[in-house]
C-alpha cells in the first residue's frame, strides 16, 4: 500500500497527505489536505474520487484493480489521522479499518447500473 501511494499519490499529495507534495506548488490548483476530506466525505464519495479522478486528479481505474483503490481509500484515512486526537482514533480505529474494506457499493447496490437494480 506504502508503495502504491508513493507511485500514484505522493507528488500532489504529499508523504502526510497535506496537498504539500512536490509537483504540489506547480498545479494551478490547491491540492486537498486528506485531514479536510475526512471530514467532508464519506468513503464512497473518497473511493469514487479515486476510481474516476476530480479536477486535476486524474482516474486511477481501470488501472488499479478495485482493492488497489480500497487500499489507497485506507491510506487517506491512515493520513488524515495526523493532528488528531488520539483517543478518538484509538476507540475508532478498527471500525474505520472494518468499513474501508467492506465493499458498500456492491453490498447496497451502488455500483450497479440502473437497469440492473430495477430487476
Excluded at 504540489?24 to 467532508?40: G, K, Q
Excluded at 464519506?42 to 480500497?70: D, H, T, V, Y
Aim: hydrophobic share 40%; glycine share 8%; with cysteine.
Amino acid at each position: 500500500m506504502d508503495l502504491l501511494y508513493a507511485e500514484r499519490c505522493l507528488n500532489c499529495h504529499g508523504a502526510g497527505g497535506r496537498g504539500d507534495g512536490p509537483m504540489a506548488a506547480s498545479l494551478p490548483a490547491r491540492v486537498p489536505d486528506f485531514r479536510d476530506t475526512v471530514e467532508r466525505k464519506g468513503n464512497p464519495q473518497i473511493r469514487k474520487i479515486i476510481a474516476e479522478g476530480k479536477g486535476l486528479m486524474p482516474a486511477f481505474e481501470p488501472a488499479l484493480r478495485p482493492a488497489e483503490i480500497n487500499d489507497l481509500l485506507q491510506m487517506v484515512r491512515f493520513l488524515s489521522r495526523e493532528g488528531r486526537d488520539v483517543a478518538w482514533w484509538e476507540k475508532y480505529d478498527t471500525l474505520i479499518v472494518a468499513h474501508c474494506n467492506i465493499p458498500w457499493e456492491s453490498v447496497l447496490g451502488y455500483d450497479q447500473a440502473p437497469e440492473e437494480k430495477a430487476q
